[in-house]
């Protein structure tokens, strides 16, 4: 009996006082606001020194407007209508292109970290086509493809595939020996140890390779759409540097730091989702 009245006692010493909540509360919120200040101070301190330095002459206002009237120049053209043309057709070649590189990679890559016969057979030819900058390839695949959507998204395709398929191979084989062991030795098939153990293992690699493709996919297709497209942002730069509206040129730049950025956080959060189990 006495025993179990120290027991007691014991655990209402040590448990936490109510009070300390509120604290704990404030503490995590404080910390939370932190997280969110600094970057936003960072943001605050260049978009400030982009709207003086033109108009303090530190630069030249015509090549380099101030960041409110590139932010003006960017609504009118949400408002007309054209940025979201703009932007939704550069989108949906760059998702084309990283979806078909995402689904064509993933599978070549385990099988050449897996399968060693798949490795001996497949990797010179994609060490030579890995060595070769999509960007040189351009004129190649316009060449063969036209100046039409399949030059464009075939290119992104190239582009986006090999970051994956190196990303992938890395994290397939550097998957911890013991953890396959154990699973082996818990009568896991091929199939299962690979979907249980070696997956699970390897998201975090591959999603480091799908964050390097979804970057290369906007940039190549931004060079892609300013040789030869009708729509689409790159095509929206050019085209405003050659009439000479700055501002709209400016505006375009934005909008693809913006959309790379969307699809960065994106790729950002699916991996928390997917590799949850890391953390627990």
């Known amino acids: 009996m006495a025993s179990a009245v120290q027991v007691?006692?014991?655990r209402v010493r040590f448990a936490p006082a109510a009070t300390d909540l509120p604290l704990r509360v404030l503490r995590g919120a404080g910390w939370i606001a932190w997280r969110v200040f600094k970057p936003t101070v960072a943001i605050a301190l260049f978009l400030a020194l982009w709207e003086i330095a033109p108009r303090v002459g530190l630069v030249d206002e015509v090549f380099l407007p101030p960041f409110s009237t590139v932010f003006q120049a960017g609504v009118e053209l949400i408002r007309n209508g054209q940025m979201w043309e703009h932007v939704s057709t550069s989108l949906t070649r760059?998702?084309?292109?990283?979806?078909?590189?995402?689904v064509a990679a993933v599978p070549v890559g385990v099988a050449i970290a897996w399968y060693r016969p798949v490795a001996e057979f497949l990797s010179p030819i994609l060490e030579l086509f890995r060595n070769t900058a999509a960007l040189a390839l351009l004129p190649v695949f316009i060449l063969i493809l036209g100046i039409g959507e399949t030059s464009k998204i075939s290119l992104v395709v190239y582009a986006s595939f090999f970051p994956i398929l190196l990303n992938t191979i890395t994290g397939v084989r550097t998957v911890d020996p013991l953890l396959i062991k154990s699973a082996t030795s818990l009568g896991f098939s091929p199939v299962?140890?690979?979907?249980?153990?070696?997956?699970?293992?390897?998201?975090?690699?591959?999603?480091?390779?799908?964050?390097?493709?979804?970057?290369?996919?906007?940039?190549?297709?931004?060079?892609?759409?300013?040789?030869?497209?009708?729509?689409?942002?790159?095509?929206?730069?050019?085209?405003?540097?050659?009439?000479?509206?700055?501002?709209?040129?400016?505006?375009?730049?934005?909008?693809?730091?913006?959309?790379?950025?969307?699809?960065n956080g994106v790729l950002v959060t699916a991996e928390r989702r997917l590799s949850r189990w890391r953390a627990q």
């Open 8 to 10: 007691a006692a014991d």
């Open 94 to 102: 760059s998702l084309v292109g990283f979806v078909i590189a995402l």
């Open 192 to 263: 299962r140890l690979f979907q249980k153990v070696v997956l699970p293992a390897a998201v975090p690699s591959i999603f480091t390779g799908l964050r390097m493709a979804a970057s290369a996919s906007i940039l190549v297709l931004i060079a892609a759409e300013m040789v030869g497209a009708r729509a689409g942002l790159g095509y929206l730069i050019t085209a405003a540097q050659q009439n000479f509206a700055i501002p709209d040129m400016y505006a375009g730049i934005v909008a693809i730091s913006l959309v790379g950025l969307v699809f």
